[in-house]
């Protein structure tokens, strides 16, 4: 575990914290690397969705990078969070691909996988490097017109307008350049329903980006590795045979 600079300044964007990425290293040369975007409502990191997951893609014979975006904290403000997270994670996909990774994935869980689909759905930084090659969404906040409104809130603060909560709404902004995506969420989640997948698959399948879209019957929010789970555990699995197929493991 080795804490990589972010920022070598003060970042952009709202001073709500200070953000951080922090490496767990494969034990064997690695042709990828992925980013970790843990949820809580960008009001907190959830550690289940942050350490446990790093540690097991290091099993996989890849890089992984826990990044700890700025969030908002305690209840919703009227001032607004974004677009801080989203120049964190930017930032970060660009400091993994300096440090030599030839892909980079970014995996992103509740509301972290609002912020990945958001990312990778930017027509900002498409040039930059700040583009990931791959993305995995867990039960993934993609609908902000309604679907999750304390993420909504917190991100856009409580005067946030129709319009902006629309622009962030990830499934009205994919193209053709949207990269390969695994999604995975579970169809009794009563905390971010399980249309925020489906809508932002349907857009994927318009698009006509490559796509895997798993659906398991039961699971509570928030599961992480969803360890001891009767269904929604097959996902790491999936997901590592998934990501193989992307480039992603030991390097040759």
Known sequence: MIDIPLWSAAPPGPATGTP??????????ASGAVVVCPGGGYARLAE???????????TLGVDA?????????????REPLHPAPLHDLRQAVNVVRERGATRVAVMGFSAGGHLAATLATSK????????PDAVVLGYPVIDLTGAHSSSRYRLLGTDGSEEQATALSAHLNVTAEMPPTFLWHTANDNVVPVDN???FAAALARAGTPFELHVFPEGKHGLGLAQGEPSASAWPGLC????AAQGFGPRP
Do not use: K, M, Q
């Not at 951080?20 to 040369?29: E, M, Q, R, V, W």
């Not at 590592?240 to 990501?243: E, I, K, S, V």
């Open 20 to 29: 951080s990425l922090t490496l767990y290293g494969a034990d064997i040369p």
């Open 48 to 58: 289940n969705e942050s350490t446990d997951v790093a540690r097991w893609l290091v």
């Open 65 to 77: 990078y826990v990044l700890r975006y700025r969030v908002a904290g305690g209840e919703p403000s």
């Open 124 to 131: 900002e930084g498409s040039n930059d490097g700040g583009r």
């Open 197 to 199: 997948s489906l809508l």
């Open 240 to 243: 590592a045979t998934w990501l």
